[in-house]
């Protein structure tokens, strides 16, 4: 179809209400003919958006109707009724659709019901393949995705015992004590917040079943070596620590505040010069980028505290300093007592072996980046700090700060009162596989393998962690 063809069609989809401009109207081809044509109108005073994304023959690949929730004196339609428009919908746009494919599981969402359409093969449905639909209270479709099945996976003919991957985790299984944030929406855990527990070292246990020796789907890649050093107490006196946001972020008097987002546990605020213009105006997605943020200051604040999580400036700001590694360095530590006063107490600097070696001369920046652990060495899994400094100007360019109050570590306790054997033992107990088809990623075209994931044998979910002072088991909400 031709650009305008393409958009018409978008528009007799859904109704695009008055007070809704488009942002985004781009057209990507690829090899083959293949690609896709999106379109984006937003309402920028309610944050309300709507996204279509079609194929270059026009058909619907997906869409997004994201409204914000308003009262209704109707009674919600129910399970069935739901089921019926997602239906009656997805045959409107692919008529021959539900031949080959199946409702395979139904989800709750707050107010939204979600209805999955799968391609089954072994009782199994494909991954990343068929169709789910988002239905309202009211019966409209608020989310839509297809994508077709391009190609039937062949059945092993002989698959790998349970026994033998149960044996083969026993030999290898081991685990490290950390402190994770456990959330309720990723985790079955009662609430969110700090939790010391186990972590087995092979977290993600996938196996390939057609392979007669256990033999993981996917070979990770080793880390590259690094140590930690612990950092030195606060020794600058002269540093002011309470600060106002624009102080922290370095924001002049030359900008003005031209977006603010809630963005659930922070606020988004987003700085430009008030005389910045668009050099021209355009509708295809980099152009939409640069509209948001080049030449602009971006930053996140906790509303629990009130702080500054983190920043960017894509602002560049000149200068004609030649800050060295250690310059760089004294000046993030600075940063770190001016945002972070207890800094020390938690934080350690990550040093990769040949870092140096691989530091490019003609870059700007220094970028440190920091691990952080309690009292007794424990680490706080995937809590990293980073600060890079401009050595041209001194500056901070960006800052990514913890995900929580520092302090809330102290809450936590510093010695676990299970073993790492009795961790183990009940992880072991709990251990079960369960097949599940998965996308090739070593295959040249799109194509599926069979594996054994391992679950927790009661939630048939993943099994994350062992609380290290309860011995519960932590499962994954989905698998």
């Known amino acids: 179809m031709e650009k305008e063809e393409l958009k018409k069609r978008a528009l007799s989809i859904v109704q695009i209400p008055a007070d809704f401009q488009a942002i985004i109207e781009e057209y990507i081809e690829g090899e083959n003919g293949e690609g896709e044509a999106m379109f984006v109108w937003i309402n920028e005073e309610s944050n309300e958006r709507i996204t279509i994304n079609l194929d270059l023959d026009g058909h619907l690949n997906s869409f997004t109707i994201d409204l914000n929730d308003k009262d209704s004196n109707e009674v919600p339609l129910n399970i069935e009724e739901r089921k019926k428009r997602a239906e009656h919908f997805f045959l409107s746009h692919y008529p021959g659709a539900l031949e080959d494919l199946t409702l395979y599981e139904m989800k709750k969402m707050n107010h939204i019901y979600r209805y999955y359409y799968e391609k089954i093969v072994m009782d199994l449905p494909l991954n990343s393949a068929g169709c789910y639909i988002d239905v309202d209270p009211s019966g409209n479709i608020v989310h839509f995705s297809y994508k077709a099945v391009k190609r039937i996976p062949e059945i092993p003919r002989t698959l790998i015992s349970k026994e033998k991957l149960i044996e083969h985790v026993q030999n290898s299984l081991d685990f490290q004590p950390t402190i994770k944030n456990l959330y309720t929406i990723i985790y079955n855990v009662a609430e969110d917040g700090l939790r010391l527990v186990y972590e087995p070292e092979e977290s993600f246990m996938k196996y390939k079943a057609d392979v007669l020796t256990p033999t993981l789907s996917i070979i990770h890649d080793e880390d590259v070596p690094e140590t930690c ?3 030195p107490p606060p020794n600058n006196k002269d540093i002011k620590e309470d600060l106002s ?71 560049e700001r000149s200068g004609n300093l030649q800050l060295s590694h250690e310059d760089c360095y004294h000046k993030a530590i600075n940063f770190l007592q001016m945002i972070l006063p207890d800094y020390h107490k938690y934080l350690q600097l990550i040093v990769r072996e040949n870092e140096e070696d691989e530091q490019d001369e003609a870059r700007n920046k220094e970028v440190f980046t920091f691990r952080m ?23 901070i360019d960006h800052y990514s700060g913890p995900s929580f109050d520092m302090e809330k570590i102290n809450e936590i306790p510093t010695k676990t009162a299970i073993t790492k054997k009795e961790a183990r033992d009940i992880f072991l107990t709990h251990l079960d596989f369960e097949l ?30 062992i609380d290290a002072m309860t011995g519960d088991v932590i499962t994954a909400r989905d698998k």
């Open 229 to 231: 050093v612990p950092l």
């Open 245 to 315: 946001i624009t102080e922290v972020v370095g924001v002049t008097e030359e900008m003005d505040i031209i977006r603010e987002v809630n963005m659930g546990e922070e606020t988004g605020i987003v700085w430009r010069d008030r005389n910045w213009e668009m050099d021209e105006e355009d509708l295809s997605i980099d152009g939409y980028l640069k509209r948001q943020t080049k030449d602009t200051v971006k930053a996140f604040i906790s509303k629990e505290t009130g702080k500054v999580r983190s920043f960017t400036w894509f602002n």
């Open 373 to 395: 652990y309690n009292s007794e060495g424990i680490p706080v899994q995937l809590e990293i700090v980073v600060v890079a400094v401009n050595n041209k100007t001194g500056h």
């Open 436 to 465: 599940a088809w998965e996308t090739d990623y070593d295959s040249d075209i799109e194509s599926y393998i069979l594996v054994y994931q391992a679950c927790d044998r009661y939630s048939r979910t993943p099994i994350r962690y």
